[in-house]
């Protein structure tokens, strides 16, 4: 499995949840990684991405402010911690790689996806 992403739940409103992706070696140290979601009966949308130094992170706009994207070199992983969490964050999360930020936000540009996680946000 290249990426591998966890940590999905069920939490109130306001609350939070940090979401892991375990990515394979190669592919994190060659990649930008992004976070999606889908909600159902919605288009998956871009979330949150990082550029392989881990110097430059994007946001939508939704999430800006309350999500936060890291890396984490030595242990291979991307993590993203939301905060205020809100009943519309309520999606399956995916996690995903791409060989550039060239039009990063969206999911036909990314090179690998994950298996995603749900997350729940109850109101």
């Known amino acids: 499995v290249q990426l591998q992403a966890y940590g999905g739940g069920l939490v109130q409103a306001g609350g939070s949840l940090r979401l892991s992706c375990a990515v394979s070696?190669?592919?994190?140290?060659?990649?930008?990684m992004a976070w999606f979601r889908q909600a159902p009966g919605k288009e998956r949308e871009f979330v949150a991405s990082?550029?392989?130094?881990?110097?430059?992170?994007q946001y939508s706009g939704s999430v800006k402010g309350r999500f936060t994207i890291s890396r984490d070199s030595a242990n291979n992983t991307v993590d993203l911690q939301m905060n205020s969490l809100k009943p519309e964050d309520t999606a399956v999360y995916y996690c995903?790689?791409?060989?550039?930020?060239?039009?990063?936000?969206?999911?036909?540009?990314?090179?690998?996806w994950g298996k995603g996680t749900r997350v729940t946000v109850s109101s």
């Open positions: 070696r190669l592919i994190f140290s060659s990649h930008v």
């Open positions: 990082v550029t392989e130094s881990g110097g430059r992170t």
């Open positions: 995903a790689a791409a060989s550039s930020t060239y039009y990063i936000t969206l999911p036909i540009n990314m090179n690998y």
